[in-house]
């Protein structure tokens, strides 16, 4: 039986029409549609933590993505700082009591 499951990933992403990842990034393999002016579907280049570069029409980046907030950086540069000390992640320090 199917279950209902949800995912979370941290990305990198910018806004960029479909015409303009197609040229200046890597070509899609369907047939682009552009418009009068030139431009392609509004959407997102988005890199993937390993490094996948793909591009996300913007109803769909926008329904499943939203910006990380400030103190959210800050919470995933720590993380980052006691992965590479190897810290367990969301280990928290206890004063020294003296």
Do not use: C, N, Q
Not at 12 to 32: G, I, N, Y
Not at 45 to 71: L, M, N, Q
């Amino acid at each position: 039986m199917e279950e209902l499951y949800i995912g979370t990933k941290i990305i990198a992403a910018e806004p960029m029409d479909e015409v303009e990842f197609s040229m200046r990034v890597k070509p899609v393999a369907h047939t682009l549609e552009i418009g009068a002016d030139g431009k392609g579907r509004l959407g997102y280049k988005v890199r993937y933590e390993d490094g996948y570069i793909s591009w996300s029409p913007k109803e769909t980046f926008e329904r499943a993505y939203r910006k990380v907030t400030d103190s959210e950086s800050v919470m995933i540069m720590e993380d980052a700082l006691k992965r590479s000390a190897g810290i367990p992640i969301g280990h928290h320090f206890e004063p020294k009591e003296e």
